[in-house]
């Protein structure tokens, strides 16, 4: 685990690799969000993101959606998938909202987690990008990129979540929750981009050499390795990613997110020295601050 002075310098640099971090579900409002977020479960943003105008403009505020039926419901929303069970969850928290909250969206999370469909991660995205009340929602990238980093430790998402509250200020808590899924989605994937990271001189994972990336390989040349890398380091991790991926709770964020621009790498957290991307490789450009160049996702 990190100390917290270098988990801030971690975070700090994450916020410079992705300067636009945000959720990147269309809302203008809480009530918009939270219909969003329930619809995002198994989807992607930007599958939600074509639906939800037509639903927002039928279905304006909680009034109106609780009056849905599902008959009329369904067919608005069956690309999203899970449609029936996201009917559903829809109707009812419309329902509870107009029975114990006037019809408003609460900003807090025990009433929020009471919601029909709502689940910590769900009330945690609404809770930091509508209400401003600091919330640091966990999801699978989240998971995989905390643990690989050393930012925390375990695949519960609760625990998880608390690890990172307590390393961050919580005035920066849904921040570092948009960097961290960004960073899981364009950078530290499945199989890390480790040559174009920001946090490499920092990360537990690259430092034990349990990444498979084959660039790697050149990038590490220099790096210092704490223990021998032995293929079971590497089959372990993948291990633990699967494993995280089906403990997060709640409804996910999108799976496919368009890329954009990753920030020209000008350091690298827990490093005085610019970053050295191995020539040739796919992010080199990007670390020489080419921001118009996007990573394959
Ligand atoms: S160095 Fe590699 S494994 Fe570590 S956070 Fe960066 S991309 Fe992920």
């Keep these: 685990m990190k100390s917290p002075k270098d988990a801030v310098a971690i975070f700090d640099a994450l916020d ?25 479960a198994q989807s992607t943003d930007q599958r939600v993101n074509m639906v939800t105008p037509a639903l927002f403009k039928r279905y304006p505020d909680a009034a109106a959606l609780a009056r849905a039926t599902p008959e009329e419901l369904e067919p608005q929303i069956h690309s999203t998938g899970f449609f029936r069970a996201k009917s559903r969850s829809l109707i009812g928290m419309a329902q509870a909202l107009m029975e114990q909250h006037h019809g408003q969206v609460p900003a807090d999370m025990d009433a929020l987690t009471a919601l029909p469909g709502v689940g910590r991660k769900t009330a945690n995205v609404v809770l930091g990008h509508a209400l401003g009340v600091p919330g640091l929602p966990v999801d699978r990238h989240v998971l995989r990129v905390a643990n690989r980093i050393g930012l925390a430790e375990g695949e519960d998402a609760v625990k998880v979540e608390a690890q990172l509250c307590a390393a961050v200020p919580a005035e920066r808590w849904t921040r570092a929750s948009d960097c961290l899924i960004l960073h899981g989605r364009r950078v530290c994937k499945p199989k890390p981009l ?48 699967r494993s995280a991926k089906g403990s997060a709770a709640g ?46 996702s």
């Excluded at 174009?196 to 210092?224: E, S």
């Excluded at 920030?263 to 450009?285: D, E, H, I, M, Y």
């Design 194 to 241: 480790c040559n174009i990271c920001l946090v490499q001189d920092a990360c537990d994972y690259f430092r034990t050499g349990a990444t498979t990336d084959a660039r790697k390989q050149d990038a590490a040349g220099a790096q210092p390795r704490k223990t021998g890398a032995t293929a079971s380091d590497a089959g372990s991790a993948t291990s633990r990613q």
């Design 251 to 296: 409804a996910n964020r999108a799976k496919t997110a368009p890329d954009k621009p990753v920030a020209g790498a000008s350091r690298r957290a827990g490093s005085s020295k610019p970053a050295t991307p191995a020539k040739g490789a796919a992010g080199a450009r990007l670390v020489r601050g080419s921001s118009s160049r996007k990573p394959r």
């Design 16 to 40: 410079e690799q992705h300067p636009g971090a945000d959720t990147e579900l269309h809302f203008t409002n809480a009530f918009e969000l939270l219909t969003a977020t329930i619809l995002s």
